[in-house]
């Protein structure tokens, strides 16, 4: 299994990014997909998640009517669209499938 995160960068508050996580060496379409991000000093925290359709998703209050996570299973590809960025966003966010992380793609929100 591998999942490569990218899209990360430096935003000023307000603005907008979106991460992809390339997906490979398992079957994408039959399993469900999550975001997480981890702040310095702070624990690992679930962002969004998605089920192997996308018919349901799953989001953190703090990042709820913000953030959208949607997924192409033509292309092993699950997104998270970040808008009205917040300087407590800044993270290096994950892509997840179950026991298996991407390498991290950093998320610096900052005037």
């Known amino acids: 299994v591998q999942l490569v995160e990218s899209g990360g960068g430096l935003v000023q508050p307000g603005g907008s990014l979106r991460l992809s996580c390339a997906a490979s060496?398992?079957?994408?379409?039959?399993?469900?997909m999550s975001w997480y991000r981890q702040a310095p000093g702070k624990e690992r925290e679930l962002v969004a998640s998605?089920?192997?359709?996308?018919?349901?998703?799953n989001y953190a209050d703090s990042v709820k009517g913000r953030f959208t996570i949607s997924r192409d299973n033509a292309k092993n590809t699950v997104y998270l669209q970040m808008n009205s960025l917040k300087p407590e966003d800044t993270a290096v966010y994950y892509c997840?499938?179950?026991?298996?992380w991407g390498q991290g793609t950093q998320v610096t929100v900052s005037s």
């Open positions: 060496g398992f079957t994408f379409g039959y399993y469900g």
């Open positions: 997840n499938f179950r026991h298996h």
């Open positions: 998605i089920v192997s359709d996308g018919a349901s998703r």
